[in-house]
């Protein structure tokens, strides 16, 4: 037996058999399917139906109850993928086989008919474990109640597919334990339009190697010194939120320069993507870097080939205080967060410093304003304008 999905090659089943068997046709059906043999490993379901028959004795399965356990075993995920339709981005994402299984039970009718699922999938990158979601008007539903939770090894498609609409940073990792994932609360139409996609979750990361050009590390100074290749950097856990298809977060925090057991730098996070654009557009991803962690910049001496380096030095020399008061510098990137027409785009980036307002005199700030048209926006949030 075959799948043919809508595009690309048929996927075999291999053997399939099944048996059926039934009292009284529009009381119950028992219906047992077992698909195995060749590379296409092993598949077994069992699907019980009961009240088939509508008030008038016709057959009417769609407002039948269904009762359905499905279990895999080294089923290649170029099947799953095929029937999800994905052209190949599950396969890449979860290695070649998959083990899962499926307890799904219907109940209700019309407008409160509910099939609650119980799920567990594995691969050679996955693990995963939902102990219920719901699917009821369209819509898969997650409760705070029974969240669930994935690790999902680090590998090409989940940077670009996973980490990167988040942040460039994250896109970014060279080396990192399995990625964890909790989703506490999720309600997500199941045509897969990221427009009305609502969810509550958290990515747990930890230690990890940053590649040293990336967007976001390039400027540190750890990553300036020579022979450097890679970022050894701790990323504490992401707590995001997603509104209609909208992904926020705040307060995330990246910590590099390690000297000893201690992390001597932090780096300050926030963001603000829009899923449902293909690809996903960052609104803004805004770094707050110490200035003390950015290559040569403190003093505005010396000089660098990254634009931010050389913006954030050219605002320094113009400063109307003295740069000690300087404590931040917060990065700004906005643009694609990934390829428009076959082409990588580069992120635009704006430049804002931030000053201790403790130790800022308000009227020699205010008397260089006028040469300073950058850092207006700062000043008047500093001192309420």
Do not use: H
Not at 7 to 29: E, H, M, N, Y
Not at 310 to 335: H, K, M, Y
Request: aromatic residues 4%; contains cysteine.
């Amino acid at each position: 037996m075959e799948l043919t999905p809508s595009s690309g090659p048929a996927v075999s089943l291999g053997a399939t058999s099944s048996k059926a068997s039934t009292v009284r046709l529009g009381d119950a059906i028992d219906l047992q399917v077992t698909s195995s043999g060749g590379n296409a490993g092993t598949i077994r379901g069992t699907v019980v139906g009961r009240q088939l028959a509508a008030s008038d004795g016709s057959l009417a399965p769609a407002d039948a109850l269904w009762n359905a356990q499905v279990q895999m075993n080294a089923v290649p995920t170029a099947l799953v993928d095929a029937a999800a339709g994905q052209r190949g981005e599950l396969a890449e994402l979860l290695g070649p086989a998959l083990d899962g299984s499926i307890d799904a039970v219907s109940s209700g009718s019309g407008p409160q008919r509910t099939t609650r699922i119980r799920a567990t999938a594995k691969s050679q990158t996955l693990d995963l474990k939902a102990p219920q979601v719901d699917i009821a008007q369209g819509r898969c539903i997650v409760s705070p109640a029974a969240p669930f939770e994935a690790t999902l090894a680090l590998n090409e498609a989940v940077r670009r597919r996973i980490l990167k609409p988040v942040s460039p940073i994250l896109s970014e990792i060279v080396s990192a334990p399995p990625l964890r994932f909790t989703v506490s609360s999720l309600s997500a139409p199941i045509d897969g339009s990221l427009s009305s996609l609502d969810l509550d979750g958290r990515i747990d990361v930890g230690d990890v190697e940053l590649r040293r050009q990336s967007d976001g590390i390039a400027m540190l100074a750890v990553a300036q010194q020579p022979g450097v290749t890679t970022v050894p950097a701790q990323i504490d856990p992401l707590i995001l939120t997603v509104r209609k298809g909208r992904l926020t977060y705040a307060n995330f925090i990246v910590r590099v320069a390690k000297v000893g057991p201690q992390w001597q730098q932090v780096l300050k996070l926030s963001g603000d993507v829009d899923l449902a654009k293909t690809p996903p557009f960052a609104n803004a991803i805004t770094i707050r870097y110490p200035i003390a962690s950015i290559g040569r910049t403190a003093t505005g001496a010396g000089s660098s080939q990254l634009p931010e380096v050389t913006e954030i030095n050219r605002l320094i020399a113009q400063l109307p205080v003295d740069p000690g008061e300087l404590l931040d510098v917060d990065v700004t990137f906005s643009g694609p967060l990934g390829k428009v027409d076959g082409k990588e785009v580069p992120l635009q980036r704006s430049t804002k410093l931030v000053f201790d307002p403790s130790a800022i005199d308000a009227k020699k700030i205010q008397k260089g304003i006028e040469n300073l048209p950058q850092t207006i926006d700062t000043f008047k949030k500093l001192f309420g304008g």
